[in-house]
Every structure is written in structure tokens, then in C-alpha cells.
């Protein structure tokens, strides 16, 4: 059962809609009364950036209200690929912004041609889990139910083809160990745009011996960013900030 969560930031009022009250957001929003990441958003929001801005793995919308309402951006995408968070994501923008400030994507980022993609179903505790299925894996072993949940899948190079007149000015990427696959899959909308890249790394993971980080930094460094800006969260994954280098 869904439940709303009241947030207030500089005298601005969000009523925000949550998967329950067991979920990490909600928990999280009942405890501080700010937007999840409030840091890194307040941060994000200090560098003025304008044009578009790209919300991968938007959840419920706690990025993407925050960046159409708070930001200096004009629209923003939100893309979020498990149905259950994405239609929450769609009534909580509707709700907390100017309808005409944004446009939302059921549908997974991801470098292949072939259109699909298996995710594990995550638990309630935490419904922004939803991620790639690992073969030969236990789903348990990373948090997630056994059941898999079959969604479509797009190169967001591909998708940005849909928006031949924006100008991207940040892209932000949250989905749970997809982070380097996915800005694979746009490094035409990079080269042509130089966003800010705002990426969750997940260090160390079994699948993945080295850092995302320095991963996503090989990528981004032949195009000019510099060193990337670390945002930290205790036992939560780390989040850093790439900038083309001044």
C-alpha cells in the first residue's frame, strides 16, 4: 500500500507518493524531511546547470522533482524500467511539477541491440533495487526476489532521438550496477552535449573487481572530464560528479 511523504525545502511544500511505509525512501523522508541525497541535490543545484537534464533510474521522481522544480533546467526525462516505482514516479511529478517541465520513460538504458532485458524483482524494503539479472547468481545473495521481470530496453543514444532540439546539460545515473553499460550506450549524446555526468558507483562489487568510478572515468576522460567529485553515504553506494575539466 503506497503512502505519502511530506517534504519542505526552502519554504516549498512536496507531497510526495512512496511504495510503503517499509521502503528505504519513505523511511528516509519520515526521518530527515528533506529529498533523498539532499546534499548532493543542493550541490547539483548550486551549479546552475541549464538545458535538459536526464534522470536514469528515477524511482518514485526524488531526483527529477527536485531538478524540475529546484534546478536551473528547463525539462527533464525521467526513465525509470520497474512499473511498479515508474507509475509513482509519473503521479509525483504530475503532483510537484509544471506538467509541461517534463516527459517519462517506462523503459531500462542498456548498450544492446536486443530490446530486452531481464531484471530481479526487488523487495519492499527497498524498491528502487530492481536490477540486471546476473545468470548463474542468487538474486538473494544481492537483495533481490527470484521472481524476473522481463522489460524493454533502449541505447539512450537512441531514445535522445526523440529530442533532436534539447540541449543535454546533465545526465544522472541510478540503477543498480548498469551505470558504465548504460553511458555505453550514450557516448554520441556525451560527445555532442558534455553534460554533467552524476553516476551512483557501486566499489567493489563480485561482478565487477574494479570500481565503477575509475571505469566510468576511463570512458569520460578521452572527452575532457576531469577528476570526478565523490558524494558518500555511509554503507550506501557512493555517488561522484563529472565535469568537462576548465
Known amino acids: 500500500m503506497t503512502t505519502i511523504a511530506k517534504i519542505n525545502f526552502e519554504g516549498r511544500a512536496y507531497a510526495i507518493q512512496c511504495c510503503s511505509e517499509q521502503d528505504l525512501l519513505y523511511r528516509g523522508f519520515a526521518l530527515t524531511g528533506d529529498f533523498y541525497e539532499i546534499v548532493l541535490l543542493e550541490y547539483i543545484k548550486g551549479l546552475k546547470i541549464e538545458g535538459t537534464y536526464i534522470d536514469i533510474g528515477a524511482n518514485i521522481g526524488n531526483h527529477a522533482i527536485f531538478f524540475a522544480a529546484e534546478c536551473s533546467c528547463n525539462f527533464v526525462i525521467a526513465i525509470e524500467a520497474f512499473k511498479p516505482v515508474y507509475d509513482l514516479c509519473v503521479l509525483n511529478l ?3 511539477t509544471d506538467t509541461n517541465k517534463y516527459a517519462t520513460h517506462y523503459i531500462a538504458i542498456a548498450n544492446n541491440d536486443e530490446g530486452k532485458l531481464n531484471l530481479w524483482e526487488p ?3 527497498n524498491m528502487a533495487r530492481a536490477r ?3 545468470e548463474d547468481k542468487n538474486p538473494e545473495d544481492y537483495g533481490m526476489l527470484g521472481e524476473i521481470i522481463n522489460v524493454n530496453c533502449i541505447k539512450l543514444d537512441d531514445l535522445m532521438k526523440q529530442y533532436p532540439e534539447k540541449k543535454i546539460g546533465l545526465i544522472k545515473l541510478d540503477i543498480e550496477g548498469m551505470e558504465v553499460e ?5 557516448m ?6 558534455k553534460p554533467v555526468i552524476v553516476s551512483e558507483c557501486s566499489i567493489g562489487r563480485r561482478e565487477r573487481p574494479n570500481t565503477e ?3 566510468i572515468s576511463k570512458l569520460l576522460e578521452p572527452m575532457g572530464y576531469g577528476v570526478p567529485k565523490g558524494f ?8 561522484f560528479i563529472w565535469t568537462i575539466k576548465q
Open 232 to 239: 558518500f553515504y555511509g554503507s550506501a553506494a557512493p555517488v
Open 213 to 215: 568510478m575509475s571505469e
Open 94 to 96: 504530475k503532483e510537484n
Open 182 to 186: 548504460a553511458i555505453e550506450s550514450a
Open 123 to 125: 523487495s519492499e524494503i
Open 132 to 134: 540486471k539479472a546476473i
Open 188 to 193: 554520441e549524446t556525451i560527445k555532442t552535449h
